[in-house]
């Protein structure tokens, strides 16, 4: 993550099924707070229509793993979020109030791609199949928004 850090921005869209894309602008400021070990990502979101809104979280990596791929988000309001490192690209997926969260942060030479796909826990198609004796039990779940951005450094 030592890295990464810098500050981001660009434009992120949010899309929507059946209905119109929107989009707003998105910074990211990536500091070392202890090197190899732990860094602030501060988002702030800038929308004309809903006015900003600032995430600012603290990214550890987690001393229970010895592989230096496993780590936490700290939004330090007492949630935290498992989160991994594989290819240059940070990965989480949770569950918040009947809801699935999957994001991804992903390094892209001087650019950070940013995913976050959100979907709702139930109402999703649910299916099976038998092979050799063995049921394999499926639950889907319904996607109703995508947020994406490519965000370039700026410094």
Known sequence: MDTWVGHYEGKMYLEFPNSKKDSLF???DIITLEEGKAW?????YSSTKYGDMVKDYKLVLNPEFS????????????ILIDEIMLHETLLSHYEVQENYYQTRLEKKGKQLYFEIV?????????SSATENDEVFNVNSSLIYTIQYSTLAKTN
């Open 67 to 78: 592989d230096g791929e496993h780590y936490f988000l700290d939004e330090q309001n007492g």
């Open 118 to 126: 959100c979907s709702k826990i139930e109402g999703g198609t649910k």
């Open 40 to 44: 602030t990502q501060k988002f702030t």
């Open 26 to 28: 998105l910074s990211l």
